[in-house]
């Protein structure tokens, strides 16, 4: 690699220009394709990090956010070697630059694909790279480098950590469930009453039904988190939607004087995907039965006038110890669980993406009587061939 200044140090605004498309720089408006956009754009405004080296392999762009992922002063980087401003190493202790050679080696290379490097102390940086040549075979006249942090990949490979560990710790607990129960039954099937086999079975069934549902979670989670989540839209009475999952709650044993529902009537007519509104439904009323207390109120009434599209609010409330206010920022994130300990703790974030993905909002606050207040909005979202 070439170390000395052939020329004086130039800008981040030349830089910017070297960047455009050949035959563009300097020439009149009407010289330009149709279409073409200066854009203009401070390398100090980009989100990620930028470098930039000349041919000779000195620095002559480091913008802002590379001074925050390397924590290298931008006075330390410009007009050095690049290798010196980036010592890079791989994971394996190898120097980047020397292993990749931007400027030698063959001269159909375009650049190197992200990869996780080490800066000296052990940070961690994301790095690809381009090789911008005048030619597809010429000399390389810029290397232009994108760093960025791994904060972002770390959270996220946390995150999936703690699902796989969440997943295994609820499914070891009825499947361990039901290979006792069925082993026992297989093995010693003649010696127990018909009242024992069917207590046994119906652990079994519920054990199993606790499984299916983890298994549907993780699987509205996966749609969720890739925007795949397929709605099937069609006409819904949220209010007649209500009063089913309360004759179920109070078919299970619920109290019926414990719930309160209020319909402000009209209502405009929803468009939505009838089991996906079930399923917010049926956690939010469930959540508010057993950790809340009291009277649980469900009130169905027209969105609040804030904008021009129509919709339907749905506010549940309870009136139990309700959610610190210190915690309420993390209802609607994975494995929030409050106070109180099991379930899966994926219920409102995946309550959350249902809404969203009809295009709706859901909040949570205190509700009059000082316990939580989850309320949804779905908007009217008539389908256009009905406009």
Same mark, same amino acid.
């Given at each position: 690699?070439?170390?000395?200044?052939?020329?004086?140090?130039?800008?981040?605004?030349?830089?910017?220009?070297?960047? $455009?498309?050949?035959?563009?720089?300097?020439?009149?408006?009407?010289?330009?394709? /149709?279409? &073409?956009?200066?854009?203009?754009?401070?390398?100090?405004?980009?989100?990620?990090?930028?470098?930039?080296?000349?041919?000779?392999?000195?620095?002559?762009?480091?913008?802002?956010?590379?001074?925050?992922?390397?924590?290298?002063?931008?006075?330390?980087?410009?007009?050095?070697?690049?290798?010196?401003?980036?010592?890079?190493?791989?994971?394996?202790?190898?120097?980047?630059?020397?292993?990749?050679?931007?400027?030698?080696?063959?001269?159909?290379?375009?650049?190197?694909?992200?990869?996780?490097?080490?800066?000296?102390?052990?940070?961690?940086?994301?790095?690809?790279?381009?090789?911008?040549?005048?030619?597809?075979?010429?000399?390389?006249?810029?290397?232009?480098?994108? /760093?960025?942090?791994? $904060?972002?990949?770390?959270?996220?490979?946390?995150?999936?950590? $703690?699902?796989?560990?969440?997943?295994?710790?609820?499914?070891?607990?009825?499947?361990?469930?039901?290979?006792?129960?069925?082993?026992?039954?297989?093995?010693?099937?003649?010696?127990?009453?018909?009242?024992?086999?069917?207590?046994?079975?119906?652990?079994?069934?519920?054990?199993?039904?606790?499984?299916?549902?983890?298994?549907?979670?993780?699987?509205?989670?996966?749609?969720?988190?890739?925007?795949?989540?397929?709605?099937?839209?069609?006409?819904?009475? /949220?209010?007649?939607?209500?009063?089913?999952?309360?004759?179920?709650?109070?078919?299970?044993?619920?109290?019926?004087?414990?719930?309160? +529902?209020?319909?402000?009537?009209?209502?405009?007519?929803?468009? &939505?995907?009838?089991?996906?509104?079930?399923?917010?439904?049926?956690?939010?009323?469930?959540?508010?039965?057993?950790?809340?207390?009291?009277?649980?109120?469900?009130?169905?009434?027209?969105?609040?006038?804030?904008?021009? $599209?129509?919709?339907?609010?749905?506010?549940?409330?309870?009136?139990?110890?309700?959610?610190?206010?210190?915690?309420?920022?993390?209802?609607?994130?994975?494995?929030?669980?409050?106070?109180?300990?099991?379930?899966?703790?994926?219920?409102?974030?995946?309550?959350?993406?249902?809404?969203?993905?009809?295009?709706?909002?859901?909040?949570?606050?205190?509700?009059?009587?000082?316990?939580?207040?989850?309320?949804?909005? /779905?908007?009217?979202?008539?389908?256009?061939?009905? +406009?």
């Amino acid at each position: 690699m070439a170390v000395g200044m052939s020329r004086p140090r130039e800008t981040h605004a030349a830089v910017v220009r070297a960047c $455009e498309p050949p035959g563009t720089a300097g020439e009149p408006d009407g010289s330009r394709e /149709l279409g &073409a956009v200066d854009v203009g754009v401070d390398p100090d405004d980009l989100p990620d990090g930028l470098v930039v080296a000349d041919e000779t392999g000195r620095v002559i762009c480091f913008n802002s956010a590379a001074v925050r992922i390397t924590a290298v002063p931008r006075a330390a980087a410009l007009g050095r070697c690049l290798e010196h401003a980036l010592p890079l190493e791989d994971l394996k202790g190898r120097r980047w630059w020397t292993l990749t050679d931007p400027y030698g080696g063959l001269a159909t290379r375009v650049g190197q694909p992200e990869r996780n490097l080490l800066l000296p102390g052990g940070r961690e940086v994301l790095v690809s790279a381009r090789y911008v040549r005048e030619r597809p075979t010429g000399p390389v006249r810029r290397v232009v480098i994108s /760093l960025r942090g791994t $904060e972002a990949r770390r959270r996220n490979e946390r995150s999936h950590a $703690e699902l796989i560990a969440t997943v295994a710790h609820e499914l070891r607990s009825p499947l361990t469930s039901v290979k006792g129960f069925t082993a026992t039954l297989l093995a010693k099937w003649e010696r127990f009453t018909d009242d024992q086999k069917r207590l046994m079975l119906e652990t079994v069934d519920a054990d199993a039904g606790r499984v299916t549902r983890l298994i549907a979670e993780l699987l509205d989670i996966s749609r969720i988190d890739s925007g795949r989540l397929e709605l099937r839209r069609q006409p819904v009475d /949220l209010s007649a939607a209500v009063e089913r999952h309360i004759q179920a709650l109070t078919a299970s044993g619920q109290n019926p004087d414990r719930f309160l +529902v209020r319909t402000c009537q009209p209502l405009p007519a929803v468009w &939505a995907d009838p089991d996906k509104v079930d399923q917010v439904l049926g956690n939010l009323l469930e959540n508010a039965v057993r950790h809340g207390e009291g009277t649980v109120t469900i009130e169905v009434a027209p969105a609040p006038a804030k904008s021009d $599209e129509k919709g339907t609010a749905v506010t549940v409330s309870d009136e139990g110890p309700g959610i610190p206010e210190e915690s309420m920022g993390r209802v609607f994130t994975r494995f929030w669980r409050g106070s109180k300990r099991g379930g899966t703790g994926l219920g409102l974030y995946i309550v959350k993406g249902i809404v969203e993905a009809h295009g709706g909002t859901i909040t949570v606050g205190r509700g009059p009587g000082g316990g939580a207040e989850f309320r949804f909005i /779905l908007p009217v979202s008539t389908p256009a061939y009905l +406009v």
